[in-house]
């Protein structure tokens, strides 16, 4: 095992898209079970309705994970705006261990905040406003007790909507606001900050009090397979091509 934590974000696993589920597999098989820690920020799955959701895709890629927890290499996951009702079920299925939104790890001697990213979005009053809501304790029992049938056409509506929503706002609106980025790290005391959601993978050279700080944003797998590798000497942010289809 090498000194090396891995994180990825925004995978939309889904069964129309079989070829991302494969290029993850792949990662999985290949690369995640090399690394001494895999952090998956969010939107794993293209839309969650619940731990008893019967799903092959779902039972794969919980094998997946623990296969590589039980190789040495622990998986940690914090919902995304896709996934959010991911559960402590299919968290033990996996072998992760579920974070909460905003999390501080020390990475390499740099503590390091953590996030799915949708928090930082605030110019998008609308998607905050559906954010809260959804994250109320007590309409997720609640949907959790309707039927499964019912709960997955309720998850195609909210698709839907969201697709047809993205194409009326601009770019910036979806994007993070600069100040709250700031905010947020100095309210965790922190130089470093790695998040998703937002699908546009650089780093970011950013002043906090005075210091020089980073903003990583790790990248989507529509197109390409995307990962941080963190190292004691540095961060890459890499891109896995996918295989063609035989």
């Known amino acids: 095992m090498n000194q090396t934590t891995l994180f990825i974000a925004d995978l939309?696993?889904?069964?129309?898209?079989?070829?991302?589920t494969a290029a993850f597999l792949r990662f999985m098989q290949e690369e995640a079970n090399q690394a001494e820690a895999l952090y998956v920020l969010g939107d794993?799955?293209?839309?969650?309705?619940?731990?008893?959701?019967?799903?092959?895709?779902?039972?794969?890629?919980?094998?997946?994970?623990k296969a590589c927890a039980e190789q040495g290499t622990p998986v940690y996951f914090i919902h995304g705006n896709r996934d959010f009702m991911v559960g402590r079920r299919f968290a033990r299925q996996a072998g992760m261990t579920l974070l909460p939104e905003h999390q501080v790890i020390d990475l390499y001697g740099e503590p390091t905040l953590i996030m799915h990213g949708d928090t930082l979005c605030i110019d998008d009053a609308g998607y905050q406003r559906y954010r809260r809501i959804t994250r109320w304790g007590w309409l997720q029992w609640l949907f959790l007790r309707l039927p499964l049938s019912r709960r997955m056409r309720i998850a195609d509506g909210i698709r839907?909507?969201?697709?047809?929503?993205?194409?009326?706002?601009?770019?910036?609106?979806?994007?993070?606001?600069?100040?709250e980025v700031e905010r947020q790290m100095r309210r965790y005391k922190v130089r470093s900050l790695i998040h998703g959601?937002?699908?546009?993978?650089?780093i970011h050279q950013l002043d906090i009090n005075g210091q020089?700080?980073?903003?990583?944003?790790?990248?989507?797998?529509?197109?390409?397979?995307?990962?941080?590798?963190?190292?004691?000497?540095?961060?890459?942010?890499?891109?896995?091509?996918?295989?063609?289809a035989r």
Request: proline share 6%.
């Open 12 to 20: 939309h696993l889904s069964p129309s898209r079989p070829d991302i």
């Open 44 to 65: 794993l799955f293209e839309f969650s309705i619940g731990d008893d959701e019967p799903s092959a895709l779902n039972d794969e890629v919980a094998a997946a994970f």
């Open 160 to 179: 839907g909507k969201s697709a047809e929503s993205k194409e009326n706002k601009v770019m910036q609106v979806m994007d993070v606001n600069q100040g």
């Open 197 to 202: 959601h937002t699908h546009r993978p650089a």
């Open 212 to 244: 020089s700080a980073r903003r990583i944003v790790l990248g989507d797998w529509y197109t390409q397979g995307s990962v941080l590798a963190v190292t004691p000497q540095g961060v890459e942010l890499q891109s896995r091509a996918f295989e063609e």
